[in-house]
């Protein structure tokens, strides 16, 4: 049974709606209230519940829930005394005041509710969601005119167009990735041109640098990805350019002085670009969190191999909610969790490793140098694939005892070196920077230096010691620490 006490406005409502649940009693000491009523379909109570009599004849000690509703807090704090000390089992709702926010101190109340503010909270969720909406209006205002002024060249040069078989004319828009695209730089392009796709647009996702980790080829090919690399790009060929996940000058393969953007969808800060249309969110952890947001306001579920492409760019980009996350990313993750394919994304997580990577990890561990217990120096020779240095710097960080690691080999004539730490007190992107004018963050960083004279020397054995030697030296100066494991004076 569910006793509700106050039959106001809200009281009412409740009813409504408990009626649906359970049987329902209602006190309330204004007989009117019930008078007006077309059809009773419950027990009331006429009279005031601050007096233990009429708790009682309402059964107070059957009810399994009891609300406390009317509109008078001191009424409202009296009977919440009577009811916890009559029916101490029930589960106890009280309409409690923002303004007295001790009101029930001491009382055992099981829920507070602020009805006002319930109904602002819900306002102020519908005021987003029309902001979001205007967004996208905009969004595709944009999208549409450069598919306007697409059709309006094409026709222009439809002559030439018929003469030139490898002409993109047709495709109106070029998405943009970041140098080097990652997860989330790729899902929310694939998300952004789906999107457009909708409007009866289509566009070409670009990138520069390369796609580096197995993990991100894995991603692209599994997922069947069309990217194409800038290098195979004709610019003039697109009318409109948007950029994902990024929106600095910097990190962009095209030159953004000569080039106009369009539209810029990011999650930085630190940006220096402008656009027509701007959706830049700093307290997001990814981008493919904000793009996710669009899908569901355009209700485009989107599809297992886009869900499970956003899936992986927000658990990448916040490191699996272990960096900045905000509610919004466990919100989108919440939703794309239903929609992504499991199967694939633990593919795409796992990737088979190259025989290659597999022997320089070998040979990283064979042949690695332990420093003070607790600092691993490794060179592994010449190698053919760059990728693996990482692999292996990571790789050796999870020996028992080590905390940081050094990995160096030469590839087209430069010394590569990759530096991981999970000490909080080195810095190794600043290490790398000392003492090879490298880079990176705290925990990973790398560099790369012209083998000079060492190129000269033709014996493998020699050019193992010297190159060892110099690498190490240098690493173990700039950390502060002699070969024999003490800081020299
Ligand atoms: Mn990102």
């Not at 008078?72 to 926010?101: D, F, M, T, W």
């Not at 790398?446 to 083998?451: M, P, Q, V």
Request: glycine share 6%; net charge negative; hydrophobic share 40%.
């Amino acid at each position: 049974m569910i006793l509700i006490i106050g039959y106001g406005s809200f009281g009412r409502k409740v009813v409504n709606y408990a009626k649906i649940l359970d049987k329902v009693v209602v006190i309330d000491k204004n007989a009117s209230v019930f008078e007006s009523l077309e059809k009773v379909d419950f027990n009331y109570i006429v009279g005031d519940a601050s007096e233990k009599e009429t708790l009682i004849k309402a059964n107070i000690q059957d009810a399994d829930t009891i609300l406390v509703l009317t509109n008078e807090y001191e009424i409202n704090k009296k009977i919440a005394e009577l009811v916890s000390e009559l029916n101490p089992k029930g589960y106890l709702i009280v309409r409690g005041i923002v303004k007295y926010p001790d009101l029930y101190s001491g009382i055992d109340v099981n829920k507070i509710i602020y009805p006002i503010e319930c109904a602002a909270k819900e306002v102020i969720h519908e005021i987003e969601k029309s902001k979001l909406r205007r967004k996208l209006m905009d969004l595709k205002e944009i999208v549409m005119d450069v598919k306007v002024r697409h059709n309006n060249t094409t026709s222009e040069n439809s002559k030439l167009l018929e003469n030139n078989e490898n002409s993109n004319r047709n495709v109106p828009f070029l998405i943009v990735m970041h140098n080097n695209p990652d997860p989330d730089s790729i899902a929310s392009a694939m998300a952004l041109k789906r999107i457009m796709g909708k409007w009866g647009v289509d566009a070409d996702i670009t990138y520069g640098g390369k796609i580096g980790f197995d993990e991100n080829k894995a991603m692209v090919n599994l997922l069947g990805v069309k990217l194409t690399h800038i290098d195979n790009v004709n610019l003039e060929n697109y009318e409109g350019i948007a950029v994902v996940d990024a929106s600095s000058s910097k990190v962009l393969p095209i030159d953004t002085k000569t080039h106009k953007i369009d539209i810029i969808i990011d999650h930085h800060d630190n940006g220096d670009l402008t656009a027509d249309y701007m959706d830049i969110q700093p307290d997001i952890g990814a981008a493919s969190t904000i793009l996710t947001g669009y899908l569901i306001h355009l209700n485009m579920t989107p599809k297992q191999d886009l869900a499970t492409a956003l899936y992986y760019a927000i658990c990448t980009d916040t490191n699996y909610f272990k960096r900045k996350t905000s509610k919004k990313d466990f919100e989108a993750a919440g939703y794309l969790q239903d929609l992504m394919d499991p199967k694939t994304l633990e593919m795409i997580e796992n990737p088979e490793m190259d025989t290659e990577t597999m022997e320089i990890l070998a040979t990283a561990i064979i042949n690695r140098k332990i420093i003070r217990s607790s600092i691993a120096l490794s060179y592994v020779g010449m190698i053919k694939n760059r990728d693996a240095l990482p692999k292996a710097a990571d790789f050796l960080l999870k020996m028992e005892g080590i905390t940081t690691t050094y990995v160096f080999g030469i590839s087209e004539n430069k010394i590569h070196i990759s530096a991981r730490t999970k000490d909080l007190r080195v810095d190794v992107g600043d290490i790398m920077k000392r003492a090879f004018g490298g880079g990176g963050h705290q925990n990973s960083a790398a560099a790369s230096i012209d083998l000079g004279i060492f190129e000269s020397v033709s014996d493998k054995d020699s050019l193992r010691t010297l190159v060892e030697e110099a690498i190490q030296t240098k690493i173990l100066e700039v950390m502060g620490i002699g070969e024999s494991g003490e800081k020299p004076n």
